[in-house]
């Protein structure tokens, strides 16, 4: 599948007008308005959504979203139900699913690509699936029209980036730092690196992620990126029971933020 498929598109279309691109993340079946939620973050002006299906070992996830995943699953959500919901929601924006690829290896590939296809999913970033182990999955994704997004690593050796970039679709995700998930004071320099490393290899859009947790965060780092993957703060908000008005309004401030530029 070397044709842009719908997740890129839409982020290549606020690139071209001259915008910076906002993926927030939200966690599937954290409480019992989580799609009430994506609706919320959608009109708030996000240029697609990233949604966690929980895992209960997320080796990259932070306390906050580690939490956000115990709540979820403790209240009943699996897989199915969250791509069940998702299929009835009707959200406008694209969407991508974030997890672990022990959930799709045990739906097996092409099942898990093809339920993913089915409830409207149009992309899959699976953190914990390295570049050269990816062949069955990629097949499998391919063949359904979901878009893989790969993550570049703050570490990765300048050769190794050409071969993500090239292999991602969707966009690249730019690691922001080392380490787990979760808003840290300032951003970190290795954002800016991997960033810069990023957009000199690939015309892809590239996003950065992980420690992109204010708004003026979001806006130092999409000097360089195309734009950011808003997970932590999200999540925090959607922890403290501020429903979706309240998650909305957080990710309008990012939106505006990154307008302002």
């Known amino acids: ?57 997320p080796v990259m996830d932070g306390p906050t979203i580690q ?57 899959c970033i699976l953190p914990d699936l ?16 979901i878009e893989t997004i790969l993550l570049a690593a703050p570490t990765a050796p300048d050769e190794r980036l050409p071969r993500i970039c090239e292999r991602s679709r969707g966009f690249v995700y730019g690691v922001g730092l080392l380490g787990i998930t979760g808003v840290r004071s300032s951003l970190a320099t290795s954002a800016m690196d991997i960033a810069t490393r990023l957009k000199a290899v690939t015309d892809k859009p590239v996003l950065v992620g992980v420690g992109v947790g204010t708004p003026e965060q979001a806006v130092e780092v999409s000097t360089v990126a195309d734009g950011v993957v808003v997970g932590s703060a999200i999540v925090n908000r959607m922890l403290s029971n501020a429903g979706p008005e309240g998650v909305g309004e957080l990710v309008a401030e990012f939106r505006a933020a990154l307008d302002a530029g």
Do not use: C
């Open 1 to 57: 599948m070397s044709e842009i498929g719908k997740f890129e598109h839409a982020l290549r279309a606020r690139r071209e007008s001259g915008g910076k691109i906002l993926v927030p993340y939200i966690t599937g079946g954290l409480g019992d308005d989580w799609i009430e939620t994506l609706h919320a973050v959608a009109a708030a002006g996000a240029d697609g959504i990233e949604i966690g299906i929980p895992f209960s070992d």
């Open 67 to 123: 939490e956000a995943n115990d709540r979820a699953l403790s209240s009943g959500a699996t897989p199915q139900s969250i791509l069940a919901a998702v299929r009835e929601s009707d959200i406008e924006i694209p969407l991508a699913v974030m997890t672990y690829y022990n959930i799709a290896f045990r739906a097996g590939d092409t099942r898990f690509a093809t339920d993913l296809a089915d409830a409207g999913i149009s992309a």
């Open 130 to 145: 390295p570049l050269e182990e990816t062949g069955s999955w990629t097949d499998a994704a391919d063949a359904a029209g």
